[in-house]
C-alpha cells in the first residue's frame, strides 16, 4: 500500500543492462542493442564493438552512449580509504607526480558510420576511426 505507483517497465527499464534496449525501442532502432559494463573501459569498448559491426556488415550506423554518474557516495569513499583517488584534487595522467585517479560525471554519445556512407549523404564528419582493438 505504501509504494508508489511502478509501472511494468520499471523494473526492466531502470536496469542499467535494460536501457539500451528501452532508447532503441522508443526510438524505433532496429539491430543489436547492448549495455557494455567494463569499468573504465567501457565507452572504449562499446565503440569497439561498434565499429566491428559496422565492418563486418552486421550494423550500417551505430549509436554510442557512454554515462557516470555518482548517484551514491559509498564508490567513492571505498575508493579514498584504498588510496585510489587523488589527494590534491587533480589527476596527472602519466606523469611522475601522479598520486591517483579524480572522479567525475559525464555522458556522451557518438554516432559511428563507414566513411563513404557519411560522405554520400554529407554528414559533418568529426573524425575518422582507422581501427580499434580492445584488451579488455
Known amino acids: 500500500k505504501d509504494l508508489p505507483t511502478?509501472?511494468?517497465w520499471s523494473g526492466i527499464g531502470t536496469a542499467y543492462h535494460g536501457i539500451p534496449n528501452r532508447i532503441s525501442y522508443h526510438l524505433g532502432l532496429q539491430g543489436p542493442s547492448t549495455a557494455v559494463d567494463a569499468a573504465c573501459a567501457s565507452s572504449l569498448?562499446?565503440?569497439?564493438?561498434?565499429?566491428?559491426?559496422?565492418?563486418?556488415?552486421?550494423?550500417?550506423?551505430?549509436?554510442?552512449?557512454?554515462?557516470?554518474?555518482?548517484?551514491?557516495?559509498?564508490?567513492?569513499h571505498m575508493l579514498q580509504q584504498a588510496g585510489a583517488l587523488t589527494t590534491e584534487g587533480v589527476c596527472?595522467?602519466?606523469?611522475?607526480a601522479a598520486c591517483g585517479y579524480a572522479r567525475g560525471e559525464c555522458g556522451a554519445v557518438v554516432v559511428l558510420k563507414r566513411l563513404s556512407a557519411a560522405l554520400e549523404y554529407n554528414d559533418n564528419i568529426l573524425a575518422v576511426m582507422k581501427s580499434s582493438a580492445s584488451a579488455q
Do not use: K
Request: net charge negative; hydrophobic share 50%; aromatic share 2%.
Open 92 to 96: 596527472r595522467s602519466f606523469d611522475d
Open 45 to 76: 569498448i562499446a565503440i569497439h564493438l561498434a565499429r566491428q559491426a559496422i565492418v563486418s556488415g552486421e550494423s550500417t550506423v551505430a549509436i554510442c552512449g557512454g554515462v557516470n554518474v555518482i548517484c551514491a557516495p559509498g564508490l567513492t
Open 6 to 8: 511502478i509501472e511494468a
